[in-house]
């Protein structure tokens, strides 16, 4: 009875998790530098970008190299001003000398920009913040 009762939870589970990658926006970045997303570490590349504001959690995959990771929002904030007013998804990317951090992803279409967990800097290092487009994939 508690393996069937297992089973249908996490079918279940793996349902609900499907039906909001369905539902996410396809988007298409050209990142040039290596950069830190969650826990993990991604090549510089092109990357396809599943963002799925509702859920609130974002899929970044690199075909090429074959890496991909799901990064989970900690908040929704309005997005900029100037983001709004191109109308174009943004992602944002705070650097210092030795690394860059996601840190905010706007569809460009939501009236919310996802906000993510980032590392402080370093005492003596300095922050800069790096845009970067992404486009839209055909099909969405």
């Excluded at 909001?20 to 950069?35: E, K, M, N, R, Y």
């Excluded at 690199?62 to 174009?88: D, Y």
Aim: aromatic letters at 10%; charged letters at 20%; glycine letters at 6%.
């Amino acid at each position: 009875m508690k393996s069937t009762t297992t089973k249908l939870m996490i079918t279940a589970a793996a349902l609900a998790f499907a039906t909001g990658v369905a539902s996410a926006q396809t988007l298409q970045a050209d990142i040039p530098f290596a950069f830190r997303a969650g826990d993990k570490v991604m090549a510089p590349g092109t990357y396809q970008v599943k963002a799925n504001e509702a859920r609130q959690y974002v899929i970044i995959s690199n075909f090429e190299t074959k890496q991909s990771v799901i990064v989970l929002a900690i908040a929704q904030n309005t997005p900029p001003a100037n983001w709004t007013a191109k109308g174009e998804a943004v992602m944002s990317f705070e650097c210092g000398a030795s690394r860059c951090e996601l840190t905010k992803l706007w569809n460009g279409l939501g009236y919310n920009a996802l906000a993510f967990r980032r590392h402080e800097t370093g005492r003596y290092e300095q922050a800069f913040v790096t845009e970067i487009r992404l486009a839209r994939v055909n099909g969405d």
